[in-house]
């Protein structure tokens, strides 16, 4: 059974960083590739970021996804944070590892992030 559980959410002043963490189980990690989506309130889920199996970082903006294969986990590090980046994060994986556009096959249940202004 796969499980994907995100960790590192909470609510911080704009303009500060974050981690976010995504453990993977159930899963033969390497040959999937990750995902990060969010959902702002009143929004529909959007993809920012994905990673391949055996991908080292990906950086989009303020945001960086990364993973350690060694640990099945994924991350994706908020920088320079702003309110509107207000939103439920949630992990996802795909299978096969190469492709990383959308639709994924798992999704975590959610982290929140809240930026106060």
């Known amino acids: 059974q796969v499980q994907l559980v995100e960790s590192g959410g909470g609510l911080v002043q704009a303009g500060t960083s974050m981690i976010l963490s995504c453990a993977a189980s159930?899963?033969?990690?390497?040959?999937?590739?990750m995902g990060w989506f969010r959902q702002a309130p009143g929004k529909e889920r959007e993809f920012v970021l994905g990673?391949?199996?055996n991908g080292g970082s990906t950086m989009k903006g303020r945001f960086t996804i990364s993973r350690d294969n060694a640990k099945d986990t994924v991350y994706l590090q908020l920088n320079s944070l702003k309110p509107e980046d207000t939103a439920i994060y949630y992990c996802?994986?795909?299978?096969?590892?190469?492709?990383?556009?959308?639709?994924?096959?798992?999704w975590g249940q959610g982290a929140q992030v809240t930026v106060s202004s």
């Open positions: 996802a994986a795909k299978v096969g590892g190469t492709n990383t556009a959308p639709p994924y096959n798992y």
């Open positions: 159930g899963l033969a990690f390497r040959s999937y590739a």
């Open positions: 990673i391949s199996g």
